[in-house]
T-cell receptor
C-alpha cells in the first residue's frame, strides 16, 4: 500500500543535540512538507519542498534544516538552535495542486513525537 | 496574523444529532478549502473539500458549506457518531500556490453516546 512513513514514532533528545526525523513516501508525490503541532497551536509549516534538490522555508524554519536528495525522502533535522523543540512533528506529501490532487490535499504520515530531556 | 480561524476549541454533541464545525478566513486569495480529521498521536486524514466556486459539497454524512461573502465555511456531520470524536482542522489553499495549505488551530469534537 502507498503511504508516508515517519520514523521513529517517539524520539528523545538531550539538550544541545541535533536529531533527524525520517519521512519516506511511496506515493510518487512531488511535494513534501514538514509541520509542527503544539497544543492549541494547530499545524505550523516548517519547511516544504516542491521538487528534488529544492526546498523553501515555512513559517517557523528557524532551528530546523532539511534536505531533498530523493523524491521519496524528506528528512528533517532539529538542531540545537531550536529553542523549544518538544512537539509533535508531521510530514506530508502531495501532487501538484490541480484536479483530483487538490480535492484531497495532503497525505500525512502518522507523526513523530519529539521530547527534549 | 491568523488567516484561517477556528474560534471554537471544542464542541460536544449527542450521538445522532448534528455537529457543526465552523471556520472563518481572512484571505480573499484562498480558492480551495479542505477539512481534515485527526485522532491523538496520528496524522490528519482528509475528510472533504470545496472549491471557492461552489457553495456546498456533500459526501455521505459530511457536508461542507461555503459563504464567500462572509468568508465563512462550516462542516456539518449528520448524524454524529462516537467514532467522529477527533480534532477537525480547516485548511485553505492560496490561489496560485499549488502546494501550500494554511491550517486553522482545530476544533475538538466529542460525540457522546
Amino acid at each position: 500500500d502507498g503511504g508516508i512513513t515517519q520514523s521513529p514514532k517517539y524520539l528523545f533528545r538531550k539538550e544541545g543535540q541535533n536529531v533527524t526525523l525520517s519521512c519516506e513516501q511511496n506515493l510518487n508525490h512531488d511535494a513534501m512538507y514538514w509541520y509542527r503541532q503544539d497544543p492549541g497551536q494547530g499545524l505550523r509549516l516548517i519547511y516544504y519542498s516542491q521538487i528534488v534538490n529544492d526546498f523553501q522555508k515555512g513559517d517557523i524554519a528557524e532551528g530546523y534544516s532539511v534536505s531533498r536528495e530523493k523524491k521519496e525522502s524528506f528528512p528533517l533535522t532539529v538542531t540545537s538552535a531550536q529553542k523549544n523543540p518538544t512537539a509533535f512533528y508531521l510530514c506530508a506529501s502531495s501532487t501538484p495542486g490541480t484536479g483530483s490532487a487538490l480535492r484531497y490535499g495532503y497525505t500525512f504520515g502518522s507523526g513523530t513525537r519529539l521530547t527534549v530531556v | 496574523d491568523q488567516q484561517v480561524k477556528q474560534n471554537s476549541p471544542s464542541l460536544s454533541v449527542q450521538e445522532g444529532r448534528i455537529s457543526i464545525l465552523n471556520c472563518d478566513y481572512t484571505n480573499s486569495m484562498f480558492d480551495y478549502f479542505l477539512w481534515y480529521k485527526k485522532y491523538p498521536a496520528e496524522g490528519p486524514t482528509f475528510l472533504i473539500s470545496i472549491s471557492s466556486i461552489k457553495d456546498k459539497n456533500e459526501d455521505g454524512r459530511f457536508t461542507v458549506f461555503l459563504n464567500k461573502s462572509a468568508k465563512h465555511l462550516s462542516l456539518h456531520i449528520v448524524p454524529s457518531q462516537p467514532g467522529d470524536s477527533a480534532v477537525y482542522f480547516c485548511a485553505a489553499r492560496t490561489r496560485g500556490s499549488n502546494y501550500k495549505l494554511t491550517f486553522g488551530k482545530g476544533t475538538l469534537l466529542t460525540v457522546n453516546p
